[in-house]
């Protein structure tokens, strides 16, 4: 991971980050005097100056304003690879972005730095859509990727930076768990060319008890991706030891995966790694990354990768017709 100073060169990036009172969307002012935000399914209703779950859309007055717009927690070129996809500009760099807050509450997340983030702390760079779009340029990246957090909370700002890089020929990504409500997601998935959807677990029992989520809205949305976008996409799993890797689990989700978005749509399974309120799971042994690739693969599915770990063959792509190597990889 290259970190990158947006003061390099002659053109700096912006003056000191400040939180933004910028004027939110997908909400309304219901009849007991609340404000709902349905910018994702947990509907939050605020009071005045309360802020929603995500923690970044407060309530100000009778409006709602994103906090985070044109705010970042900073920046990095990283390999497309690593966000991860194989199937999208393969072996290009991305520039990697995210700001703070989550919509989710997950109890392995590998980034809760910066997505548990009450404060703007973490924000220590300021930046307009113009400036990513054109830094992305600069850099040599084909494409900007809003990640570390999810996009879904800061759509206004992503759905801004997604439209000035389109403008300027580079691709955006979205990084998401996909918790995004029906009437954002259309707006939301218009403005990207590709992503990456956590898909945590199969069962709802796992999105309440790990996530504080619910499990249906993503396969929604993965189904939505599927039959009415045009958006690249490939799904990720993090497999964690006890909680989602059961061979009848991964049997299931294959099922459910092969009848709704086909063959084609590649599927990654990544090691866990202890982290933030789940400090009491072992890493993923590879051998269970590799037994779920291949129970996938039983189910006709083309495109399974290990990742996270070293492993040439998970991480290859192979022609699904006659087996020959097309792009070797090990770990990005
Ligand atoms: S985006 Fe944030 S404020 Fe809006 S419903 Fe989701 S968690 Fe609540």
Redesign the pocket.
Known sequence: MNRVSWRRGTERMADEARPSDHPARWWSLLADGRLE????????K?QDGQ????F??QRTGDALVLTTYGRSSGFCVDPIEKKPLNHFLPGTSVLSFGTAGC?LGCRFCQNWDISKAREFDRLGEAAGPDQIAAAARRLGCRSVAFTYNDP??FAEYAIDVAQACRDRGVRTVAVTAGYI?VEARAEFFRAMDAANVDLKGFTEGFYHRLCFAELQPVLDTLVYLKRETDVWFEVTTLLIPGENDSPEEIDRASDWYAANLGPDVPWHFTAFHPDFKMLDKPPTPPATLTRARAIARSKGLRYVYCGNVHDREGGSTTCPSCGAVLIERDWY
Do not use: D, S
């Not at 802020?51 to 995500?54: A, D, E, T, V």
């Open positions: 935000c349905r910018l994702c399914p947990r509907n939050c605020l802020r929603g779950f995500c970044v859309r919509n879904v909370i409500g």
